[in-house]
C-alpha cells in the first residue's frame, strides 16, 4: 500500500466514527444536536459498540470539562484537536456556552476532511447559527475560521505545518493554557512522526495539557485480531508495536518531556471514573449481554493524560481524573 491510499483509509475512519457516534446518540447514550449533520445514516450498530462508544466520548467531555474549570479564571483557555475529523465538540461548547469571548479552538485534519467540514458548515442552518460568526476563507491554508473558532487542513507529518498553522494562522499563545485532544489519530502515524508532534506540543506550549486515546494490547488473540481487522481496511495502527501497553504510553510521554502522566486502559477508567448512575443509565437504554467482551474490548484501548507546564504542577491535579461513585 502506498502513502496516499493509507491516507485515504485513514480518511474513512472518519466516517465510521460519525456513524457510530449518530447511533450512539440516536439510542440516547448522550446529547449532541450535532453530530447528525455530519454523518450518513448507517446500519444500527449493536449495544457493544454503542456503549464503547458512550465511554469513548465520556472521556473526551470529561477532560474538556475538567480543562475549562481549572482554568476558569484565564482569559484565554485554548482547545486543539488533532485529526478532528467530523467532530462537532465545538459546536457542543457553544450550545452549553462553556466557551468565552476570549477562547480560542482549533480543528486539524488532512485537507479533504476539513474542505467537506467547512463545506457541511456553510450549507446547514444549524451549525451556521450555532457557529454564532461567519466562516471566512483562510489564506494559504485550506480551511476557514471565525474570530475564535479555526479549521485548517495540516499534514501532522509535517510539523512545521502544524506549528505555523497553530501559531501564525489560529494566533494560538504558546503562554495560554491549551488542551490537545488526540482521539485515535497518533497511532496511524509512524512513531518517527508521531513523536515529532508530541515534542513540538511539550517543549512550544508552557501550560499543556494533552489527551490521547488509541488501542493498545496487539499481542494476546483478541489483540491480534483486531490488528487485522483494521489492517484489513487499509489503516494499519503504525504506532502500535512502539507503544503496544499503557505503561509504554506513560514512558513515551515522560521521555518527551511531559512532566505528569497518567495512563490507564479503558476499562480502568470506566471502572473507576465513571459515575455507578450513568452506568446504571445505560444499562437501561440497551441491557447488554456480553459484558465480558465489552471489558475486552475496553481492555485494548488506553487513555493518556500528559500535561508540561512550568510552573508548579500542584494546580493541575484537577486535570486528571478521580474516582467516581
Excluded at 465510521?16 to 449533520?37: L, M
Excluded at 465538540?89 to 485537507?111: A, H, M, P, T, W
Excluded at 454564532?132 to 479549521?151: E, P
Aim: aromatic fraction near 10%.
Amino acid at each position: 500500500m502506498n502513502s496516499f491510499e493509507h491516507d485515504v483509509a485513514v480518511q474513512a475512519t472518519n466516517d465510521d466514527a460519525q456513524t457510530t457516534k449518530v447511533n450512539a446518540v440516536e439510542r440516547g447514550y448522550y446529547e449532541d444536536p450535532f453530530v447528525r449533520y455530519f454523518a450518513r445514516k448507517g446500519s444500527r450498530k449493536s449495544p457493544l459498540i454503542n456503549r464503547g462508544t458512550w465511554v469513548r466520548v465520556q472521556a473526551v467531555y470529561d477532560s474538556v470539562d475538567r480543562f475549562l474549570e481549572i482554568y476558569r479564571e484565564s482569559s484565554c483557555r485554548q482547545i486543539v484537536s488533532l485529526g478532528s475529523g467530523f467532530d462537532s465538540l465545538y459546536f457542543q461548547l457553544q450550545k452549553k456556552s462553556l466557551f468565552r469571548e476570549g477562547d480560542r479552538f482549533l480543528d486539524v485534519d488532512y485537507d479533504s476532511v476539513i474542505s467537506k467540514k467547512v463545506e457541511i458548515i456553510r450549507t446547514n442552518h444549524e451549525l451556521r447559527t450555532a457557529l454564532r460568526a461567519d466562516l471566512t476563507q483562510l489564506t494559504n491554508t485550506c480551511g476557514a475560521r471565525t474570530d475564535q473558532y479555526v479549521l485548517a487542513g495540516v499534514d501532522l507529518r509535517v510539523v512545521e505545518d502544524l506549528k505555523r498553522v497553530a501559531e501564525k494562522v489560529a494566533g494560538f499563545s504558546l503562554e495560554a493554557p491549551t488542551l490537545v485532544i488526540c482521539e485515535l489519530v497518533l497511532i496511524y502515524m509512524e512513531p518517527k512522526h508521531s513523536d515529532a508532534v508530541l515534542n513540538y506540543l511539550s517543549s512550544s506550549f508552557t501550560e499543556l495539557l494533552l489527551f490521547n486515546f488509541e488501542q493498545v494490547g496487539p499481542e494476546d488473540p483478541f489483540g491480534k485480531q483486531m490488528t487485522k481487522n483494521i489492517e484489513a481496511r487499509g489503516s494499519p495502527l503504525m504506532g502500535l508495536s512502539a507503544y503496544p501497553s499503557a505503561q509504554s504510553q506513560k514512558e513515551r510521554f515522560q521521555k518527551l518531556n511531559f512532566n505528569k502522566v497518567a495512563a490507564i486502559s479503558m476499562l480502568e477508567y470506566y471502572s473507576k471514573f465513571v459515575n455507578a448512575s450513568d452506568k446504571i443509565r445505560t444499562n437501561k437504554l440497551e441491557p447488554l449481554d456480553e459484558i465480558e467482551e465489552f471489558e475486552l474490548i475496553l481492555e485494548h484501548y488506553c487513555t493518556v493524560w500528559a500535561s508540561r507546564t512550568n510552573g508548579d504542577l500542584a494546580h493541575i491535579g484537577g486535570l486528571f481524573p478521580t474516582e467516581a461513585g
